[in-house]
Structure formats: structure tokens, C-alpha cells
């Protein structure tokens, strides 16, 4: 099929219907039921790539599912889409825009063509430009406005701007380097900049301005404050903001008139998103704290899963069958989230990235077409790290009315092993699949004496759908290759849903409506307000509240 055929409407493809079909057959099919049918299920339902290996079998599918599913992609040109994303096609078609995140991790011989212009050695040089940035942070030669080392570095941004660093640096803290402090402000709410900057010195504090556009209001209002303490806390000199203020953009024009050097200003492109940009420049922090080789093992982990992602069969890529299961969850089985459970520590912002990168991405209700979709699209994706979560809600998923598939995330090896600690972690996460997946009867219970009465509430279910992703360790190339594995999940999602992943119109409207309410707080004489009665009634309340006289 090729890119440009005419794909039918989701609900019309034949393998839609099948699958319809299907799940009526085998709606009421339990998980003990399809274990005891096959006793070798969990060692057929698996794929492994790129070292990350993927346990599906705890899925509600059989064979004949997957084999649907698989006919639903083909039906869908996922082929065709793949191929023009990594051919640097511009299929952002609501911003005329390529796609190439998947260039920012290429190597220095590939080549990735933009309206005919290999990017790729752009791509490189910024690279080296960051190396030799980070290498003079890192070792001290460079130095603050009053001759000091830098010791604090403060990442200012929002979205893709702020997640994506944070989440790397919580991620990869076992490798960066102790002697720097790393912060993030990213909240309008000037707590995050006031407690982010508590007890720094601004004589050794070094801010990177975080934003493609460098307009957004959350990342300029904040730059402005460091901007303002800083040059109080060093005597007022305007000098002293290029020695302390770099920037990460696209856009030069606006860096250079908030007063930072551009050449101090790392770069990348337009056909990077916003959430699809922590292995691009914004990842300057990542760098800063883990060093340049950590930060390009980063960047080979996610080509390396890239690469899977292009030339395995779909019946063994691990993005491919991770989408499709979500869309059968989601669509046939009814679920609305997906939870996702990192069993390590270090991967606590992982959940919160992937909303970004999950809902931004695919939260849309018009398809390609600029037509109203009649199926819904995206989960809602949302997590914590286990065990944590088990001791809140897994209760919900255990028992609750609702359908929450799970991702969880697990380890061979503890980055920090202590005593038995890694032994039990592994425990639970074994377990909470199992208990998910199969329950416990009411015979199981009866079997274990307890009072009748007692019966209903110890009653599993069961039939909960997970997936287990097992990997070695949390290396910076592992955290590349998971981080690749979502991004290409989204994608199939999108490819599957007939939605663009890379645009963000839903997020204009409130941006709008607050710039022009941001005058009606402000101006000493209320303007005519002219929202609704409870928005009017709310912006007057406000006032009298914030200066009652
Ligand atoms: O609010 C939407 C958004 O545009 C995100 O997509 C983006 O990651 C974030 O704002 C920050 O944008 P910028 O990097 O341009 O400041």
C-alpha cells in the first residue's frame, strides 16, 4: 500500500470488523482459561529487542487476536507511515511539518534528508557543540561572572522543555555527577523558581532557558525572574548574564533579545516536538549531569530501538505489538488508562513524561481526514513506581469496576544493590502480574476457611491485563531504548487511530484565554469584562480578595 492510497475510516477496515467480531467470541475468555489452555503461553507470548524484553502474555488475546491485529496495522499503511516519518516526509500535515526525532539519535554516517538537506550533520554538530559546552561545566573552566565555579544548574522550561531533562536526570542520577546540583522550574507559580533557587549561590549558578519557541509565558516569566536575581545577587552588572545564561531553541531571534549570547544558544529544528525533544539539545542538563559519552550511549539506546522499530516484522517489534494490544484494550475491552509501573526508583518521573508524550501526542478527536473520530483514541496514561503504588492504588485495579491494563517495568539488577532489597522488588512486581492476570476463586477462598461472609470482598477477579518489561539494567542506553519504545507506540497509535501525533492544537485555547485575562487581574481599573457570568463573577472575586480595599 503506499503512503499516499486512500486508508478507509477506521471503523470501515475489514480487520476492524473481524476484530469486532472476534472480541464477541472471546469477550467472556478468562486468563486462567487461555494459560490452562496452552501450557506453554508465557513462553510464546514474548518478544525481546534491543535488550528489553517483553512478556504479552498476560494480555486478553489468543493467536487469532494478534493475527487481527497485526492485518489492522497492514490495513492502516503503518508500513507506508513508518517509511515517510524516517524518510523525513512531512507527515505533520496540520503544521506542514517532518517528524525526525529519530534523526536526533543517527549516526554521524546516516543520512536524513529535509526538503532535500541532509540533517544529519547539523544534528552532529550541535552535539559537539553541547560536548564542549558540558566538558568546561563539568571540569570548571568555565566560569560564573565573578570568577567562581559553577555549581548549581537550573533547567527552566515547561512540557517537553522541562519533562523530559527531569525525568533523564531523576533516571540517570546513579551517573551524573554529585558535585553539581541540578534543578527544574517550570511552574508560572513563582514557588517553583523561589524553592528551586533557595540558598543558591548566584555567583555559581548557571540557568539554561529551555523553550523551541521562546515565547511560551510559564519559561519567559521564570527566565526573567532568574534573570532579575541574578544580577541582584552579583551587584547588578548586565555582564554577568552571559556567564550564567545559556539557551537551548529554535528560535535565535528572541534569545538574543532577552540578552542572551547566541552563542551560547544550542539549537535544533522545527521538525522536532516539543515532546519528542529530550534527546535533542533540550537534553543539555542530561549532558551536563551524566557527561557527554553517557549522554550519546543515550542516543545509541534509542537508535538501536529506532532501528528495531523500522525493519522488524511486526509480529516481533515491540512497539508495534505494544500499540496494537493498547488499541485492543482500549477499544474492543473498554479500558480508558493505561498505568504504567516502573519497578526502580530512579525511573519515579517516567509515568508523568509519558503524559506528555501519550496525551499530547494522541489526545485528539479529529483524524487526518478533519473528521470527527467515532472511536476513542487515547488512554489516559498515569503511574508510580512500585512498590509505592501498591500500598495506594492497586487496591482500584485489583478490585475496582474499571479495566486499568498495566505496563510494568522491571530490572535484573538494582543500580544501588542493598541486602535483599532487589530480591523483594522483583517479588512484587512477579506478583502483581500474576495476582492481576488470575486471581483468587471463591473456592480458593472458602478453601482458605474464611467466614462466608468475609467471601465476596477476598474474591480476585482476576483477568487484568498486564504487560512485564524486563531488562538488565537502568543504563542511560536502556533508558534511550524505553524512552524510543513509547515514542514509537505513540506513533503506531496515531497510525492505527488516523491522528496526528505531533500537533497540539488543544493546548491554544486556554493560552489564549489567559492572555487576555491576565490585564483584567492586573490593571488597577477593571476593564469591562465580557466572559461568561461565572468567569466575570470569579476575575471580581479575585481582585476584592487580592486587595480588599
Ligand atoms: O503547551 C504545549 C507546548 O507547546 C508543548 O508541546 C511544549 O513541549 C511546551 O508547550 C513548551 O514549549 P516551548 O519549548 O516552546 O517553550
Same mark, same amino acid.
Given at each position: 500500500?503506499?503512503?499516499?492510497?486512500?486508508?478507509?475510516?477506521?471503523?470501515?477496515?475489514?480487520? +476492524?470488523?473481524?476484530?469486532?467480531?472476534?472480541?464477541?467470541?472471546?469477550?467472556?475468555?478468562?486468563?486462567?482459561?487461555?494459560?490452562?489452555?496452552?501450557? *506453554?503461553? #508465557?513462553?510464546?507470548?514474548?518478544?525481546?529487542?534491543?535488550?528489553?524484553?517483553?512478556?504479552?502474555?498476560?494480555?486478553?488475546?489468543?493467536?487469532?487476536?494478534?493475527?487481527?491485529?497485526?492485518?489492522?496495522?497492514?490495513?492502516?499503511?503503518?508500513?507506508?507511515?513508518?517509511?515517510? &516519518?524516517?524518510?523525513?516526509?512531512?507527515?505533520?500535515?496540520?503544521?506542514?511539518?517532518?517528524?525526525?526525532?529519530?534523526?536526533?539519535?543517527?549516526?554521524?554516517?546516516?543520512?536524513?534528508?529535509?526538503?532535500?538537506?541532509?540533517?544529519?550533520?547539523?544534528?552532529?554538530?550541535?552535539?559537539?557543540?553541547?560536548?564542549?559546552?558540558?566538558?568546561?561545566?563539568?571540569?570548571?573552566?568555565?566560569?560564573?561572572?565573578?570568577?567562581?565555579?559553577?555549581?548549581?544548574?537550573?533547567?527552566?522550561?515547561?512540557?517537553?522543555?522541562?519533562?523530559?531533562?527531569?525525568?533523564?536526570?531523576?533516571?540517570?542520577?546513579?551517573?551524573?555527577?554529585?558535585?553539581?546540583?541540578?534543578?527544574?522550574? !517550570?511552574?508560572?507559580?513563582?514557588?517553583?523558581?523561589?524553592?528551586?533557587?533557595?540558598?543558591?549561590? /548566584?555567583?555559581?549558578?548557571?540557568?539554561?532557558? !529551555?523553550?523551541?519557541?521562546?515565547?511560551? *509565558?510559564?519559561?519567559?516569566? %521564570? $527566565?526573567?525572574?532568574?534573570?532579575? +536575581?541574578?544580577?541582584?545577587?552579583?551587584?547588578? %552588572?548586565?555582564?554577568?548574564?552571559?556567564?550564567?545564561?545559556?539557551?537551548?531553541?529554535?528560535?535565535?531571534?528572541?534569545? =538574543?533579545?532577552?540578552?542572551?549570547?547566541?552563542?551560547? &544558544?544550542?539549537?535544533? +529544528?522545527?521538525?522536532?516536538?516539543?515532546?519528542?525533544?529530550?534527546? =535533542?539539545?533540550? #537534553?543539555?542538563?542530561?549532558?551536563?549531569?551524566?557527561?557527554?559519552?553517557?549522554?550519546?550511549?543515550?542516543?545509541?539506546?534509542?537508535?538501536?530501538?529506532?532501528?528495531?522499530?523500522?525493519?522488524?516484522?511486526?509480529?516481533?517489534?515491540?512497539?508495534?505489538? &505494544?500499540?496494537?494490544?493498547?488499541?485492543?484494550?482500549?477499544?474492543?475491552?473498554?479500558?480508558?488508562?493505561?498505568?504504567?509501573?516502573?519497578?526502580?526508583?530512579?525511573?519515579?518521573?517516567?509515568?508523568?513524561?509519558?503524559? *506528555?508524550?501519550?496525551?499530547? !501526542?494522541?489526545?485528539?478527536?479529529?483524524?487526518?481526514?478533519?473528521?470527527?473520530?467515532?472511536?476513542?483514541? =487515547?488512554?489516559?496514561? +498515569?503511574?508510580?513506581?512500585?512498590?509505592? #503504588?501498591?500500598?495506594?492504588?492497586?487496591?482500584?485495579?485489583? *478490585?475496582?469496576?474499571?479495566?486499568?491494563?498495566?505496563?510494568?517495568?522491571?530490572?535484573?539488577?538494582?543500580?544501588?544493590?542493598?541486602?535483599?532489597?532487589?530480591?523483594?522488588?522483583?517479588?512484587?512486581?512477579?506478583?502483581?502480574?500474576?495476582?492481576?492476570?488470575?486471581?483468587?476463586?471463591?473456592?480458593?477462598?472458602?478453601?482458605?476457611?474464611?467466614?462466608?461472609?468475609?467471601? /465476596?470482598?477476598?474474591?480476585?477477579?482476576?483477568?487484568?491485563?498486564?504487560?512485564?518489561?524486563?531488562?538488565?539494567?537502568?543504563?542511560? $542506553?536502556?533508558?534511550?531504548?524505553?524512552?524510543?519504545?513509547?515514542?514509537?507506540?505513540?506513533?503506531?497509535?496515531?497510525?492505527?487511530? =488516523?491522528?496526528?501525533?505531533?500537533?497540539?492544537?488543544?493546548?491554544?485555547?486556554?493560552?489564549?484565554?489567559?492572555?487576555?485575562?491576565?490585564?483584567?487581574?492586573?490593571?488597577?481599573?477593571?476593564?469591562?469584562?465580557?466572559?461568561?457570568?461565572?468567569?466575570? %463573577?470569579?476575575?471580581?472575586?479575585?481582585?476584592?480578595?487580592?486587595?480588599?480595599?
Amino acid at each position: 500500500m503506499s503512503n499516499k492510497s486512500v486508508i478507509k475510516s477506521l471503523t470501515q477496515r475489514p480487520a +476492524w470488523k473481524a476484530l469486532a467480531t472476534h472480541h464477541k467470541k472471546i469477550a467472556k475468555l478468562h486468563l486462567r482459561e487461555l494459560f490452562a489452555a496452552d501450557k *506453554q503461553r #508465557g513462553e510464546k507470548l514474548i518478544t525481546e529487542a534491543a535488550g528489553l524484553f517483553l512478556d504479552y502474555s498476560k494480555n486478553r488475546v489468543t493467536t487469532e487476536t494478534i493475527k487481527l491485529l497485526l492485518q489492522l496495522a497492514k490495513e492502516s499503511n503503518l508500513r507506508g507511515r513508518i517509511d515517510a &516519518m524516517f524518510a523525513g516526509e512531512k507527515i505533520n500535515i496540520t503544521e506542514n511539518r517532518a517528524v525526525l526525532h529519530v534523526a536526533l539519535r543517527a549516526p554521524k554516517s546516516a543520512k536524513i534528508f529535509v526538503d532535500g538537506k541532509n540533517v544529519v550533520p547539523d544534528v552532529h554538530a550541535v552535539l559537539d557543540k553541547m560536548t564542549g559546552f558540558a566538558n568546561r561545566v563539568r571540569s570548571g573552566a568555565w566560569k560564573g561572572h565573578t570568577g567562581k565555579r559553577i555549581t548549581n544548574i537550573v533547567n527552566i522550561g515547561i512540557g517537553g522543555s522541562d519533562l523530559g531533562p527531569v525525568m533523564a536526570y531523576e533516571a540517570l542520577k546513579h551517573y551524573a555527577k554529585r558535585d553539581l546540583k541540578f534543578l527544574f522550574v !517550570s511552574n508560572v507559580d513563582g514557588a517553583d523558581f523561589v524553592e528551586a533557587v533557595h540558598g543558591l549561590a /548566584p555567583a555559581e549558578t548557571l540557568f539554561i532557558v !529551555s523553550s523551541k519557541t521562546f515565547t511560551t *509565558q510559564e519559561t519567559m516569566t %521564570n $527566565a526573567e525572574s532568574a534573570r532579575a +536575581w541574578l544580577l541582584k545577587g552579583l551587584g547588578g %552588572n548586565k555582564n554577568a548574564v552571559a556567564k550564567h545564561f545559556v539557551a537551548v531553541s529554535t528560535n535565535a531571534e528572541k534569545v =538574543s533579545a532577552f540578552g542572551i549570547d547566541t552563542a551560547n &544558544m544550542f539549537g535544533f +529544528w522545527d521538525w522536532v516536538g516539543g515532546r519528542y525533544s529530550m534527546d =535533542s539539545a533540550i #537534553g543539555l542538563s542530561t549532558m551536563l549531569a551524566i557527561g557527554s559519552e553517557n549522554f550519546r550511549a543515550l542516543l545509541a539506546g534509542f537508535h538501536e530501538l529506532d532501528e528495531h522499530f523500522r525493519t522488524a516484522p511486526f509480529s516481533e517489534n515491540l512497539p508495534v505489538l &505494544m500499540a496494537l494490544l493498547s488499541v485492543w484494550n482500549t477499544n474492543f475491552l473498554g479500558a480508558e488508562t493505561v498505568a504504567v509501573l516502573p519497578y526502580e526508583n530512579y525511573l519515579k518521573r517516567f509515568p508523568a513524561y509519558l503524559q *506528555q508524550l501519550t496525551m499530547e !501526542s494522541n489526545g485528539k478527536y479529529i483524524t487526518l481526514a478533519g473528521k470527527k473520530v467515532n472511536y476513542q483514541t =487515547s488512554p489516559i496514561y +498515569w503511574g508510580e513506581p512500585g512498590t509505592n #503504588g501498591q500500598h495506594s492504588f492497586y487496591q482500584l485495579i485489583h *478490585q475496582g469496576t474499571r479495566l486499568i491494563p498495566c505496563d510494568f517495568i522491571a530490572f535484573a539488577h538494582a543500580l544501588t544493590p542493598l541486602g535483599r532489597h532487589h530480591d523483594l522488588l522483583l517479588a512484587n512486581v512477579l506478583a502483581q502480574s500474576e495476582a492481576l492476570a488470575f486471581g483468587k476463586t471463591a473456592a480458593e477462598v472458602k478453601a482458605e476457611k474464611v467466614p462466608d461472609a468475609l467471601v /465476596p470482598h477476598k474474591v480476585f477477579e482476576g483477568n487484568r491485563p498486564s504487560n512485564t518489561i524486563l531488562a538488565d539494567r537502568l543504563t542511560p $542506553a536502556v533508558l534511550g531504548r524505553l524512552v524510543a519504545l513509547y515514542e514509537h507506540i505513540v506513533f503506531v497509535q496515531g497510525a492505527i487511530w =488516523s491522528v496526528n501525533p505531533f500537533d497540539q492544537w488543544g493546548v491554544e485555547l486556554g493560552k489564549a484565554l489567559a492572555q487576555r485575562i491576565v490585564p483584567e487581574l492586573e490593571n488597577k481599573i477593571l476593564p469591562p469584562l465580557q466572559h461568561d457570568s461565572s468567569t466575570n %463573577n470569579l476575575i471580581r472575586r479575585y481582585r476584592k480578595m487580592k486587595s480588599p480595599t
